[in-house]
């Protein structure tokens, strides 16, 4: 679904590129978990696959068509929906009017139906209440879940995700993974997260390790 | 059309920075309303004062051309001895009437100045007044006590038109008076001689044969409380003047004066043609025998400042505009910097560039909407002032330069007509018995008490206008801000 070519980045100059000649292929109704020590460009190189930066070198792919061709824009909008640490939601909003924004951004299947965007927050255990408060009245846990509600309303056959429980509890880790995996594997969707903490990436059915230039799959 | 949305949500949310936001424009938007207004009002007060001003050309005898005339015969002359004669040449009415078929010429009066002695009743003598008599240049050298103004009617006159001399009692003389012996006389000189309107008074010729002519009084006018008894040889009261039509003064100038004038005074219907009217006049009458001169000086004067009110509305207009552009500039971008995790967010989602700028736009004009009710119900109260501040020193300024103007006119002369003369043009006139000169300086003070007031009303294009002007603040703000967003990647917003 996802093909990476012969990927590379770097700052200022190639002898110091974060990674190169990187090759990997992303599956739809597959979860997978880049890991890596700090500054090692797991971050940057989820930002690629998202399409907030372009590639210094190489291709990436969606369904055959390079994203540079689709637009980074249109890409972001039809084909990625991203979950980000801080959760990045549209604070001036609800959690209500943020997914109905996503959709509407996103032109997506469900775009205005305020039902199925109650019903997604209620599956992810947002009280109607609390649906309707600014959403930065909830706490992370919640806010998380709104987010990753987001990228389930959305049509995005791809979801990556940037330390997605580097703010949360154990409780709420554990519950914002488990929702990781319904989306991949009920949605059947291709999920890509980027984590350094080894109870997510053990929990994904795949990880790869970003060291020393090069991504290495993990048993 | 999310956009509208977001900016909705916004506002809402944020309703503290919004009230804020509407407040600034409202100022904003206030002050340029404020200068609109100013700036409409100038308009139509100045349209309305060119109205009311009026300008007007006035035909008399050459006295340039007469004078020359008369030195000529002087050198050319052997028998030194001989006093130089000044011959004048009455206006013929046939002239005059030609010049009122011009266009533009919206009416016209003829004027005499003349004099005769009260005879059925006593004229009010003044302790100085002596029998001196008036000029005696054109050969008619008496002078009687009473001034007798010829006029083709006297709301014409311009003591009458700007209501300095008013009549108390019966009716002023029109057009139709013409051929008879109606008289207009003075109410000091009706007490005095308790008279009133329907008595006869008898006048005597000064000149040929001193006729007695018998007038019915139709009319009793109050003069100018202003006017004073000028002193000097031949002067007399302001009350001994009268008011008769032009057919009698010239009855009583006598037989060759039938169908003159002294001068014929025409009042144009539009002041700017003041110029071309009296060309076209000038064309049709022999200039060495006739001068046409046209005064439109208080038009003028009212013109310029008018122009100095719309001018500074103007000005108003602009600066605030230029300013509130500035103002709101710097607010957006400080908004925009604000808001880039928000940018961030809307691009991470996919959102276009130029939708995120609309829902700032959005956001503004909806604040604008709110500004623009704000502002319509502050712009009449805050225009009013500055209008009427703004008239005040307008008009001042005209008073004084009214003032100044008019005592450089000529002045004097034996004898004083009634203030205010037809076309107050400050012609001196020929051969006329007891001769006075014109002071024109009441049209002036008429037009300044005209534009003492500026109609300032909000209308509903006074609003669609000030909308425009906000708009184009809002959208060169927004484009300046927007230089940001643009720029902006999402990266270094939401991951870096």
């Known amino acids: ?219 | 059309m999310n956009f509208f949305k977001r900016a909705w949500l916004n506002l809402t949310a944020k309703w503290g920075r919004s009230v804020l936001l509407v407040l600034v424009t409202s100022a904003i938007m206030l002050f340029v309303l404020a200068g609109l207004l100013i700036r409409n009002a100038a308009n139509t007060a100045t349209s309305n004062a060119k109205k009311s001003v009026g300008a007007t050309i006035t035909l008399s005898a050459n006295r340039e051309a007469a004078f020359k005339k008369m030195r000529q015969q002087t050198t050319s002359s052997s028998n030194k001895q001989q006093r130089p004669k000044l011959t004048t040449t009455p206006v013929k009415l046939s002239d005059a009437k030609q010049i009122a078929k011009l266009k533009n010429v919206a009416s016209y009066n003829a004027s005499v100045s003349t004099s005769a002695n009260a005879k059925s009743f006593d004229a009010i003598s003044t302790s100085s007044s002596g029998g001196m008599g008036g000029q005696t240049m054109g050969g008619m050298s008496s002078n009687g006590d009473i001034l007798i103004s010829g006029v083709t009617a006297t709301s014409a006159v311009t003591s009458f038109s700007n209501n300095s001399s008013k009549i108390t009692k019966g009716r002023g003389i029109t057009a139709s008076d013409a051929g008879t012996n109606n008289v207009v006389i003075e109410s000091e000189l009706a007490k005095q001689d308790k008279l009133s309107v329907g008595d006869t008074i008898k006048l005597k010729g000064t000149t040929g044969k001193k006729t007695t002519y018998t007038m019915k009084i139709v009319g009793i006018y109050k003069a100018a409380s202003s006017a004073s008894t000028e002193q000097g040889p031949g002067a007399t009261d302001p009350a001994n003047s009268v008011y008769t039509s032009y057919t009698f003064a010239n009855t009583v100038k006598g037989s060759k004066y039938k169908n003159t004038a002294d001068s014929v005074t025409f009042t144009l219907s539009n002041p700017a043609k003041a110029s071309s009217v009296t060309a076209a006049g000038k064309r049709l009458i022999s200039t060495s025998k006739y001068s046409l001169s046209s005064d439109d000086s208080s038009y003028q004067t009212v013109k310029a400042s008018m122009n100095n009110v719309k001018s500074f509305a103007d000005k108003i207009v602009w600066l605030v505009a230029i300013a509130g552009t500035i103002i709101l500039a710097l607010i957006i971008i400080l908004m925009v910097r604000e808001r880039r995790y928000e940018i961030g967010v809307l691009l991470s989602l996919g959102e276009a560039r130029w939708k995120i700028v609309a829902q700032f736009f959005a956001e503004m004009v909806m604040v604008l909407v709110v500004s623009l009710v704000l502002a319509g119900f502050g712009g009449k109260f805050v225009g009013n002032k500055l209008g009427q501040q703004l008239i005040s020193q307008q008009t001042t300024t005209t008073a004084t330069t009214t003032i100044g103007s008019t005592n450089q006119q000529p002045g004097g002369g034996n004898g004083q007509a009634p203030s205010g003369n037809p076309g107050g043009s400050g012609q001196p006139s020929g051969n006329q018995t007891g001769g006075s000169a014109r002071h024109g300086h009441q049209m002036t003070k008429g037009a300044t008490a005209d534009q003492s007031q500026l109609n300032i009303d909000v209308t509903l294009l006074d609003l669609v206008e000030l909308g425009g002007f906000g708009l184009a603040i809002m959208f060169l703000s927004i484009m300046i801000a927007s230089g940001g967003i643009l720029r902006l990647q999402p990266k270094k917003v939401l991951i870096d």
């Open chain 1, 1 to 219: 679904m996802l093909k990476v070519t012969d990927l590379g980045y770097w700052y200022d100059r190639q002898a110091n590129s974060l990674f190169e000649h990187v090759n990997l292929n992303f599956e739809s109704g597959t979860s997978y978990a880049i890991v890596g020590q700090s500054g090692s460009g797991k971050t940057t190189f989820l930002s690629l696959l998202a399409g907030l930066d372009k590639p210094r070198a190489g291709k990436i792919e969606i369904n055959g068509e390079p994203i540079n061709e689709l637009g980074l824009t249109t890409y972001r909008r039809s084909q990625v929906a991203i979950v980000f640490q801080s959760y990045n939601l549209l604070t001036y909003m609800s959690p209500l009017n943020n997914l109905m924004t996503a959709m509407a951004i996103t032109n997506a299947k469900h775009r205005g139906d305020r039902d199925y965007a109650r019903s997604v927050l209620r599956k992810l255990g947002l009280s109607d209440q609390q649906m309707t408060k600014n959403v930065q009245r909830l706490s992370g846990g919640q806010q998380q879940r709104v987010a990753i509600a987001r990228t389930m309303v959305c049509d995005a056959p791809l979801v990556v995700a940037d330390e997605p429980t580097g703010n949360l509890d154990e409780t709420n880790t554990k519950d914002v993974i488990a929702q990781f995996q319904k989306i991949a594997h009920e949605q059947h969707k291709c999920v890509i997260i980027v984590t350094h903490e080894p109870d997510v990436a053990a929990a994904c059915d795949h990880a790869y390790r970003l060291a020393e230039h090069q991504f290495k799959k993990e048993a």
